[in-house]
């Protein structure tokens, strides 16, 4: 058996030789569907242009501060959630409730709230994330085995230390999970939000390749988008998967 | 950790047991401890007016039947169960919850997994603030006290259940606690590696002298382990019996002078307490 990288570039390439023969045999018009060889020009040239990294940094400025407030957010609202009953009956419902909303439904609040800027496009990257986030925090303390909450007390933690020694860190197998979760509900509203929204990012870059009628470029800026959620996925919570493994061991998933 | 190597660790007892019944104030004192669970069902009496005292140094072993409120017990001396009747006095102050003089070992492995071995054990010191280099002395000697050096760096789900106990132990011993409260800290293992932590157990304990109370239901590791056995009945909770144990140590597994304890704390348990119950304490 060869190796994965081999087994798994083989598969790519007949993927890409079978879509040039497609593309070659014009069953369907080429505005409509590209070749290859056309995706590729259009990604160089949007490379050079240097519009797709300017578009990249637009979104991603956006995902990270909009995903990084959603998980401090997130974080302290499944602590409020987790640790008084009160607000697990009230709020902890709300939260359920407005997991289930599609966030993109929060542009057109936003829009009116904040106008047509940049905080009204975060406002939605938040809502994306924020409760995915507060559900696994909660889930994450609620988990937590009381046993270990008592053997750090008989160890003299004081109350603050128990939440910076032991709630804190064992909470991570959730946390990871949920925030990996949330990372992809954010992604999805940003490209969203952005293809609804005139202004600079990756999915006004797709809207630009429709007015141009360029069905090369707009392939292409897709394949952009499937590449960095992969990325992310790969490496940043990957690797965080796969410490949780080392540490927890199977057990934790 | 072989048999050999702690045999010999354990020749000289450095510190002698206390004097039974003599007049110090005992370390940790248990006055008329009643405990009462209430269930929407049901209403237990776990523990019913439980009086005992455990002297500085001493090695005691409380055995009963399962459900008598050994681990009832052993919470209130921690601090974990404040919610008893009665007074629990420990080194002459009321317990009021727990506190880091109070170590315990918890029948179920109670390891941090984000920790390796190491930290675990360090864990206690690290709450007080100590530098990395007194921690790491500490749990140096930890670790090769319970045999464990070569897994410092190990994670805890890659160890056996045996591994896990010594660590637990070794984080409780490096917290340098006054008393060191176990609950069946080895009921979950096979026989053999019982024996050979009850050996390793019975020399940290003559090496340091600290203070043990040793919940078991076990009747042959109560009379290889204790100075006294304390023998408890169920429903409701109470105190049977005390039983001195005056044989020298080590004592092994195999000892026929064991076997003979063994059998009387087993008669002991079976009695149904129909004479007037001894409240030796
Ligand atoms: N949290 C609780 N709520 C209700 N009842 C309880 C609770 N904890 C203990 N009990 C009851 O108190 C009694 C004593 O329990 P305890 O755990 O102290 O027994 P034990 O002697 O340690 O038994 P074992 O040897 O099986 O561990 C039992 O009847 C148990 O049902
Ligand atoms: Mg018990």
Redesign the interface.
């Known amino acids: 058996m060869p190796s994965k990288a081999l087994r798994v570039g083989a598969f790519y390439l007949v993927v890409i030789g079978l879509w040039a023969l497609v593309a070659r045999a014009e069953v369907w018009s080429p505005f409509l569907f590209p070749a290859p060889q056309g995706v590729w020009r259009a990604l160089v040239r949007n490379v050079e242009s240097g519009l797709l990294l300017e578009a990249l940094q637009f979104s991603m400025l956006r995902l990270v501060v909009g995903y990084g407030i959603s998980i401090a957010i997130g974080l302290a609202l499944g602590f409020v959630i987790a640790s008084w009953r009160y607000a697990d009956e009230t709020l902890g419902g709300v939260v359920l409730g407005l997991q289930s909303l599609p966030s993109i439904t929060w542009l057109p609040m936003a829009v009116l709230w904040f106008g047509l800027s940049e905080r009204a496009i975060i406002f939605v990257v938040l809502m994306g994330s924020t409760f995915s986030v507060a559900i696994s925090a909660r889930a994450g303390i609620r988990a937590l085995?009381p046993?270990?909450v008592?053997?750090?007390?008989?160890?003299?933690?004081?109350r603050w230390?128990l939440y910076r020694?032991?709630v804190l860190?064992?909470m991570?197998p959730a946390m990871v999970q949920g925030m990996k979760q949330g990372w992809s509900f954010a992604w999805r509203s940003l490209m969203a939000g952005e293809l609804l929204f005139v202004s600079l990012g990756l999915g006004h870059l797709l809207n630009v390749g429709r007015d141009l009628n360029d069905i090369n470029m707009v392939f292409a800026i897709m394949l952009v988008i499937v590449a960095v959620g992969v990325a992310v996925d790969r490496l940043i919570f990957g690797r965080a998967e796969a410490w949780v493994r080392?540490?927890?061991?199977?057990?934790?998933g | 950790m072989t048999t050999v190597t702690t045999m010999t660790a354990r020749a000289q007892p450095s510190v002698p047991t206390a004097p039974r019944g003599g007049e110090r104030s005992p370390l940790l004192s248990l006055r008329g401890v009643s405990r009462r669970f209430r269930t929407r069902r049901q209403e237990t009496l776990a523990l019913d007016a439980v009086s005992l005292d455990v002297q500085a140094h001493e090695f005691v072993c409380i055995v009963g039947p399962s459900g008598c409120g050994k681990s009832t017990l052993l919470g209130v001396a921690?601090?974990?169960d404040t919610a008893f009747d009665g007074e629990a006095l420990f080194e002459g102050q009321p317990i009021r919850?727990?506190?880091?003089e109070?170590?315990?070992v918890?029948q179920?492995p109670?390891?941090?997994?984000?920790?390796n071995v190491r930290a675990n054990v360090e864990?206690?010191l690290?709450?007080?603030g100590l530098s990395s280099a007194a921690r790491r002395a500490a749990s140096d000697a930890q670790l090769a006290l319970v045999g464990l050096e070569r897994f410092d760096r190990a994670?805890?789900?890659?160890l056996s259940g045996g591994m896990k106990q010594r660590v637990q132990l070794a984080?409780a011993l490096a917290?340098e606690p006054h008393v060191l409260?176990m609950d069946e800290p080895f009921a979950a293992l096979d026989a053999q590696t019982r024996d050979e932590l009850q050996l390793e157990l019975q020399s940290v304990w003559e090496r340091i002298g600290t203070t043990v109370l040793f919940v078991t239901h076990n009747v042959r590791e109560a009379a290889i382990l204790g100075d006294r056995v304390v023998v408890m009945s169920p429903s409701p909770g109470r105190i049977k019996s005390v039983l001195p144990v005056d044989l020298p140590r080590p004592r092994l597994p195999d000892d026929y002078r064991v076997a003979d304890l063994a059998a009387q704390i087993r008669a002991e348990l079976a009695s149904d307490g129909e004479r007037e119950p001894r409240y030796a304490i």
Do not use: C, D, N, S
Request: aromatic share 14%.
């Open positions: 085995p046993l270990l008592r053997a750090a007390g008989t160890l003299g933690a004081t230390q020694y032991v860190p064992g991570i080392e540490r927890w061991g199977y057990a934790a | 921690a601090g974990i919850g727990m506190a880091r109070r170590a315990v918890f179920e109670a390891l941090f997994p984000w920790l864990f206690g690290k709450l007080r994670y805890v789900h890659e984080r917290a409260l």
